[in-house]
């Protein structure tokens, strides 16, 4: 059989958002599969992710820039337009009704710039590096990618955009796959999940792929400020799964980190 030689990166979302998802993550990087995970930095589980992640230094660990749940890593007053009354930052389900009914959201690009910005600078406080990719959580606007971008420049990191004209320090440009949710709607389960995903991943012209989960177990924290529940619990078990590992070997695929995407200068 003839294999068509294939490139993945399989990035892991929303690490140290709380406990059980720190433990869903642990047990996909125990796997070896996933090789980028993004860092919640203003989340509860953020201490006990750097303690997690200390044991896995071949992962390339990046900053999951978050302003849609938790508190703001920048001074509250300087950052209001982002926050509700209680001081937390406002909810991706009132940005989505927002895009939902047409209007732009994180129009306040100075307080994006700043929260933003504080996030990288207490990601640097908590690691004694920079981030070495970025990307958003949660919610896609094009004024919070003008703003990430800008800052991924400013800073010499990975910016992998959904939207691929925001991207910005990139050697090479992998195609995303569809939600691992998605194809879960379409009946895939964890262990024939990765099926689906190789379905796309061949007919990807570009032979370069990247994927995100949301790998995590359930808590008190996760079932009250997530969206995303079963999806985590799914994620864990289609990574761990016998059938994934043994489809991408068979597959002969390259399992990278976003490293393989730093443009060199």
């Not at 709380?18 to 796997?31: D, F, I, M, P, Q």
């Not at 003008?146 to 400013?154: E, G, I, P, Q």
């Not at 079963?230 to 590992?245: E, F, G, L, P, Y």
């Amino acid at each position: 059989m003839c294999f068509i030689k294939m490139k993945l990166i399989i990035r892991a979302d929303d690490f140290g958002f709380s406990e059980g998802v720190n433990y869903g993550e642990l047990a996909v990087l125990k796997t070896g599969l996933v090789k980028s995970i993004g860092l919640m930095v203003n989340m509860p589980g953020t201490k006990q992710a750097l303690h997690i992640i200390n044991k896995f230094p071949e992962v390339c660990l990046g900053l999951h820039a978050n302003l849609v749940v938790g508190r703001p890593s920048a001074d509250p007053n300087i950052v209001g337009s982002l926050l509700q009354e209680n001081g937390d930052f406002i909810s991706s389900k009132t940005y989505r009704r927002l895009l939902k009914e047409g209007k732009e959201v994180f129009t306040d690009e100075a307080a994006v710039r700043i929260e933003v910005e504080a996030q990288i600078s207490r990601f640097y406080q908590l690691t004694g590096k920079l981030p070495e990719y970025i990307d958003t959580h949660a919610v896609h606007s094009d004024h919070l990618y003008s703003v990430v971008r800008k800052l991924a420049k400013k800073y010499n990191m990975v910016f992998l955009a959904t939207d691929p004209k925001f991207s910005a320090n990139l050697s090479a440009n992998p195609t995303r796959l569809s939600s691992s949710a998605s194809f879960y709607q379409q009946g895939g389960n964890p262990d024939n999940c990765i099926n689906l995903i190789g379905n796309e991943m061949v007919k990807n012209k570009n032979k370069f792929s990247y994927i995100v989960i949301h790998p995590g177990y359930l808590d008190d924290i996760v079932m009250a400020k997530s969206s995303f529940t079963q999806i985590r619990t799914h994620d864990v078990a289609m990574i761990k799964s016998k059938n994934t590992k043994k489809w991408l070997e068979d597959h002969q695929v390259q399992l990278l980190s976003h490293r393989a995407l730093k443009e060199v200068k």
